[in-house]
Structure formats: C-alpha cells, structure tokens
C-alpha cells in the first residue's frame, strides 16, 4: 500500500493565524521564563534565541494571512542575521570572560574588566 500524499496547502487548510500567534506566544513566555531564571550566560543566550523566534514566527504568520503589501518574511530574515550576530559577539564576549575568570556565572560578572 503507497502512502497517500497531501499537498501543503489542504494540510495548512484549518491552522489560521490564531494558531500561529499562539505558538508564537508559548515560545515567547518560554524565552522570557528562560532568560529571568538563568543564571549561566548560555541559557540566557537559549532564552533569547527563543525570544526571537518567536517573532520571526508571528512575522511570517502575518506575511501569510495579512493584507499582501506586507512582507513579513524580509523581516524574518533580517532579524535571523541580527540573532546571528548577536550570538556569535556574546559568545565572544562570554569565552573571553571564562578565559579571564574560570566561570560564566552572570551574577559574579560585574565588569569586563580582567
């Protein structure tokens, strides 16, 4: 027996925009519970990382349901890149604050200063 398949769009057919913004919702409470209770640079940068996902989400959600001069996966892309710099210059940061001190404990680290 071949499996049946079904094109994206019948399966995209009952997920409206509500659907959308609450995931974007969840991953968002998820990221700001993350970036509140960590105490590790790392898991703050998780946190964040989510935190932005979550917009680009509802950014594209809206490109898709929304009126048509709007462009919502531009946006998308464009924070991607932001996220992507963001990450790689507090990852610096922090490797360079573990080499001088040992640890990436943020409420030890009170200045960048070696």
């Not at 079904?6 to 968002?28: E, Q, Y």
């Not at 940068?45 to 935190?51: A, D, M, N, T």
């Not at 989400?57 to 890149?81: E, H, Q, S, Y």
């Not at 940061?93 to 943020?106: A, G, P, Q, T, W």
């Amino acid at each position: 027996m071949t499996p049946v398949s079904l094109p994206l769009a019948s399966f995209l057919g009952d997920i409206g925009l509500h659907h959308f913004l609450a995931v974007g919702a969840v991953l968002f409470c998820a990221g700001l519970v993350t970036v509140l209770a960590r105490r590790s640079a790392v898991g703050i940068l998780i946190g964040l990382e989510l935190i932005l996902n979550a917009a680009n989400l509802n950014l594209v959600a809206f490109d898709r349901f929304g009126p048509a001069p709007l462009r919502g996966t531009v946006f998308a892309i464009f924070v991607l890149a932001v996220a992507a710099a963001e990450a790689a210059v507090a990852l610096a940061i922090i490797l360079n604050v573990f080499d001088s001190r040992d640890e990436i404990d943020v409420d030890e680290i009170t200045s960048l200063k070696g």
